[in-house]
């Protein structure tokens, strides 16, 4: 890679745990490499269960989750403070471990997944969560998507996606690795 410039991320919501960005011009040249030397993750999971034991949630820190959904609320039409219209749709996921958690899914998040969320499904649904960030209100924790970055990914044929599906019908434990 050739003309960039490495900056402070300065942002709010973090995709990276690095303090540092690289930023890019019209001059900037990239080039791809056939065989990195480097290993190349696409996620960066985070168990349920950590996200529900924890003393101290970041709500800056955002991270991936690979979950079965397992339960759902109907949509509803909500209106922010600044009077913008938003959709929000409600699920419940959980990790092989049986861990749940409520997951708030806007927007084009919520538009994604309702269209897998029929009652005729003969297997389960499995989503990885990514960019997502985790809140506690009331004692109570939950994930909700960002609405800059945050993607839902149904059906993805990853190594994590494959390795968990496998695992549930295996009956056995899954690990994050």
């Given at each position: 890679m050739?003309?960039?410039?490495?900056?402070?991320?300065?942002?709010?919501?973090?995709?990276?745990?690095?303090?540092?960005?690289?930023?890019?011009?019209?001059?900037?040249?990239?080039?791809?490499?056939?065989?990195?030397?480097?290993?190349?993750?696409?996620?960066?999971?985070?168990?349920?269960?950590?996200?529900?034991?924890?003393?101290?949630?970041?709500?800056?820190?955002?991270?991936?989750?690979?979950?079965?959904?397992?339960?759902?609320?109907?949509?509803r039409?909500?209106?922010?403070?600044?009077?913008?219209?938003?959709?929000?749709?409600?699920?419940?996921?959980?990790?092989?471990?049986?861990?749940?958690?409520?997951?708030?899914?806007?927007?084009?998040?919520?538009?994604?997944?309702?269209?897998y969320?029929?009652?005729?499904?003969?297997?389960?649904?499995?989503?990885?969560?990514?960019?997502?960030?985790?809140?506690?209100?009331?004692?109570?924790?939950?994930?909700?998507?960002?609405?800059?970055?945050?993607?839902?990914?149904?059906?993805?044929?990853?190594?994590?996606?494959?390795?968990?599906?496998?695992?549930?019908?295996?009956?056995?434990?899954?690990?994050?690795?």
């Open positions: 050739k003309w960039f410039v490495v900056v402070e991320d300065k942002l709010k919501s973090k995709t990276t745990e690095s303090d540092m960005v690289l930023t890019f011009s019209n001059k900037t040249q990239v080039t791809s490499l056939a065989n990195p030397t480097f290993p190349l993750e696409a996620l960066r999971l985070k168990p349920i269960g950590d996200l529900l034991q924890a003393e101290r949630l970041d709500d800056a820190e955002l991270f991936d989750v690979v979950a079965l959904v397992a339960g759902r609320e109907d949509r039409d909500l209106l922010t403070k600044q009077g913008k219209e938003l959709k929000r749709l409600q699920i419940v996921i959980e990790d092989i471990d049986k861990n749940r958690i409520n997951c708030a899914l806007f927007d084009q998040d919520a538009d994604a997944i309702l269209p969320l029929g009652d005729e499904r003969e297997e389960p649904l499995i989503v990885v969560l990514q960019y997502f960030r985790a809140t506690r209100w009331n004692g109570r924790t939950s994930i909700q998507s960002n609405f800059a970055v945050s993607k839902v990914h149904i059906n993805l044929e990853l190594n994590e996606v494959v390795a968990f599906r496998e695992s549930l019908v295996n009956g056995g434990s899954w690990s994050f690795v």
